[in-house]
């Protein structure tokens, strides 16, 4: 695993653009194309067996945490749980999911968490950085099958939605991050033959009986780029738990898409190549830890605690608790903290994303730096 | 010996973003929304006539501008009488449309929490 600096195509931004990819300048440089990492196949063949174990190993935990009914620890509106175990045991189907792990390309790839409801920074992965291959390095490969499985899983899924196949898609439209996602998730399942429609959240109807559209269709498969937890505690939340919509993702991935899963996993398996130890209490760690907000994203409320200094990050999460987790550094290339988004699609690994920061912790303006290998 | 298969896309081909078509959740009538008014400015030649205090529920409380209305244009990125040149300082869009329907059912109940919920 290799930083090489390189010169950035000269359009680059009409380029990108034209694959719907306005958001590549976000408080400055996001998508950077002055460098790429550079992989060997056996370092690709690493990452992707890692990503399958830790997938597998979150469905164990799921698995115990649903059958233990163990939900006290997640902080989770009691009233959602039932929701949580209907959707497991009617086995509704994941889309995707990205893992963040720290690896230098030496040593086990470790598992820092898992963006498994609202992972994002997913058209540039899959799409753009594609695309900057075929003009860079042509006769390069690169871990990144993510078109190719999402068009395929949205099929696997259309077999559980209703005869019509219409998805409607909905975020917060005022976010041009989350849209451009959105829009790229749509552009999938239309190939994979779903209809779809788009909306707003804040322009989902509720009547009485069904959640409605603004043409007064009925909502009856919801692919939201949302967090369940938001939706769970906002007005219309509540009638969620009729099940009257289907919900992609699924409910039962508010386990995995908590921080709570991070000690869980720990208890489950302990020193885990691939896993950090984690714990729901403070003070397991006599100097280097990481304190992390069950429901955060983007870095937010994370604080590091390392040589007796503390880097926090503001933020407005952290009053449903926190977990602590040991402290792995990310590698450093030319100065460069670099984290590596590993991708599920369904259930299998399906590429990766890689974010520099000048910061040890990754944040939303975190730059996407595209990769190859041979 | 048996040939490596490639873990990269064989193909990447898109029908509704980028070239061949539009962007958005909902209509592609729209409005960028701003932070802030100079924002707007910045985005739109310097008339003021352009800038508006948002009026939506979602917006209005926040301080946020509207630009004008115009048809958004994905192969570009860039809309009608915006400035060319450089990056749009814009937030977000909004469908000018969006609150337009007449159907008896209630409508707000998400999206309240309006943090950016990527992760």
């Excluded at chain 1, 440089?29 to 399958?52: I, M, N, Q």
């Excluded at chain 1, 045991?89 to 963040?100: P, T």
């Excluded at chain 1, 926190?322 to 450093?332: K, N």
Aim: aromatic share 12%.
């Amino acid at each position: 695993m290799k930083r090489e600096q390189l010169v950035p195509r000269i359009d680059w931004p009409r380029k990108v653009e034209e694959l719907g990819f306005h958001f590549h300048t976000i408080d400055g440089v996001y998508w950077d194309e002055r460098a790429c990492y550079r992989f060997t196949s056996a370092e690709v063949d690493k990452l992707e067996l890692a990503t399958g174990e830790l997938q597998s190993r979150c469905i164990d935990a799921a698995t115990q945490v649903i059958e233990k009914g163990d939900y006290e620890r997640f902080r989770i509106p009691e009233a959602f749980i039932p929701l949580i175990e209907q959707s497991w045991n009617d086995d509704e189907k994941s889309l995707f999911g990205r893992f963040d792990l720290s690896w230098d390309g030496s040593g086990e790839p470790r598992m820092l968490e898992y963006n498994a409801d609202t992972p994002t920074a997913l058209l540039e992965a899959s799409v753009v950085q594609w695309y900057w291959l075929q003009d860079v390095f042509p006769g390069h490969d690169q871990f990144n099958s993510l078109h190719e499985r999402l068009i395929d899983r949205w099929k696997e899924m259309a077999a559980d939605f209703p005869a019509d196949r219409l998805v409607h898609f909905a975020c917060v439209a005022e976010s041009a991050e989350d849209q451009g996602n959105l829009d790229y998730l749509r552009d999938t399942a239309m190939q994979g033959g779903l209809e779809t429609k788009a909306l707003d959240m804040a322009d989902i109807g509720w009547d009485g009986r069904r959640f409605r559209d603004l043409e007064d269709q009925a909502i009856t498969v919801l692919f939201k780029l949302y967090p369940w937890e938001w939706l769970a505690r906002e007005d219309f939340g509540q009638h969620l738990l009729a099940r009257t919509v289907r919900v992609v993702e699924p409910a039962w991935k508010m386990l995995l898409s908590n921080k709570a899963i991070l000690p869980v996993l720990w208890e489950m398996f302990p020193d885990h190549p691939n896993l950090l130890p984690a714990y729901f209490e403070p003070g397991k760690f006599a100097t280097d830890f990481v304190k992390k907000p069950l429901y955060s994203r983007e870095g937010a409320n994370v604080s590091i605690t390392s040589g007796g200094r503390t880097l926090e990050e503001p933020g407005e999460y952290g009053e449903e608790g926190f977990i602590w987790q040991g402290y792995h550094a990310l590698p450093q290339f030319g100065g460069n903290h670099t984290v590596i988004g590993s991708w599920i699609v369904g259930e299998e690994p399906a590429g990766i994303g890689i974010r520099e920061d000048d910061s040890p912790i990754t944040r939303n303006s975190s730059r996407f730096v595209p990769h190859h290998f041979a | 010996m048996l040939k490596k298969i490639r873990k990269s896309s064989s193909r990447v081909t898109l029908v509704l973003i980028g070239l061949a078509g539009l962007a958005g959740c909902g209509n592609d009538d729209r409005r960028d929304v701003y932070a802030s008014r100079e924002d707007c400015l910045a985005d739109w030649g310097n008339k003021p006539e352009d800038c508006t205090p948002a009026s939506d529920s979602r917006h209005a409380n926040r301080g946020f501008f509207y630009g004008p209305s115009y048809t958004h244009r994905s192969s570009s990125g860039s809309s009608y009488g915006r400035s060319s040149g450089s990056s749009s300082r814009s937030i977000g869009s909004s469908s000018s449309s969006s609150s337009s329907s007449s159907s008896s059912s209630s409508r707000g109940g998400f999206g309240s929490s309006a943090r950016s919920s990527s992760s």
